[in-house]
């Protein structure tokens, strides 16, 4: 007879496997890169069924908001602007990113991408990408340092991947990146809080690049073509 679902404990209903029985993982990437931050909303319902605790996906209450907050925005703005100025142009990356170029000086498509870089990047990724996969992975592996990099390179390569579509090479390469870098954040502070910070001043600083036409003057600003 099968086990009436009301009794199973919480450690069997997050025992589904290393990846939330995959189809979790697999339904909360596809879901947010289609409909963000819909893959974090997945996340947050497999939680809540599963009783798994906002801490254990990186979402305790940090000690400080306004020095978390204040932190990882400082950092997203500067690595954004080391991202453009220096990494992306050694890597060969064009200036210009051709997937966001409609944006400049386009003040009606601000909304929709703030909103979409803020909550659907800045929190929807990075509880999917940094929160739910490394929960996953420490759920069933020991944490050791050997784990921590096994799961940084497969969080980084997979948002890598999410981006490729989109924006090409050169997005996927600035995703593998800055998913390392994010990743790091998590792991040293063990919150999401300022990696979502992070995460969103880097994206609402490239879109501001994009808007007020700026991208080819900090492309060339250390690195010149």
């Known amino acids: 007879m099968a086990p009436d679902r009301a009794l199973l404990s919480t450690t069997e209903r997050r025992a589904v496997g290393p990846l939330g029985s995959g189809a979790v993982a697999i339904a909360a990437i596809l879901a947010g890169n289609i409909v963000p931050p819909l893959g974090a909303v997945i996340v947050l319902l497999w939680a809540a069924f599963t009783k798994t605790p906002a801490r254990e996906l990186g979402l305790a209450r ?12 400082i950092a997203g703005v500067l690595l954004k602007l080391a991202m453009k100025a220096i990494v992306m142009p050694l890597l060969g990356a064009p200036p210009v990113n051709a997937a966001y170029h ?16 803020i909550v659907g990047g800045g929190f ?28 940084l390179l497969l969080t980084s390569a997979l948002f890598a991947a999410a ?10 390469e600035q995703a593998m990146a800055t998913g390392l870098v994010f990743g790091v954040l998590y792991l040293r502070t063990r919150t999401l809080w300022m990696s979502i910070a992070a ?3 880097f994206d609402v ?4 690049l994009v808007y007020f036409d700026y991208e080819n003057t900090v492309a060339r600003w250390i690195v010149r073509s």
């Open 199 to 201: 995460h969103a001043a």
């Open 163 to 172: 981006h490729l579509a989109e924006q090409g090479v050169a997005g996927a």
């Open 102 to 117: 409609y944006l400049t000086g386009n003040a009606a498509a601000l909304p929709p991408i703030l909103y979409t870089v």
């Open 62 to 73: 940090p000690r400080s908001w306004p020095a978390t907050i204040a932190v990882g925005t």
């Open 205 to 208: 600083t490239a879109v501001a």
């Open 124 to 151: 929807g990724e990075e509880v999917v990408y940094r929160g739910f996969l490394f929960e996953r992975v420490r759920v069933f592996k020991a944490d050791s340092t050997g784990t921590r990099i096994a799961l």
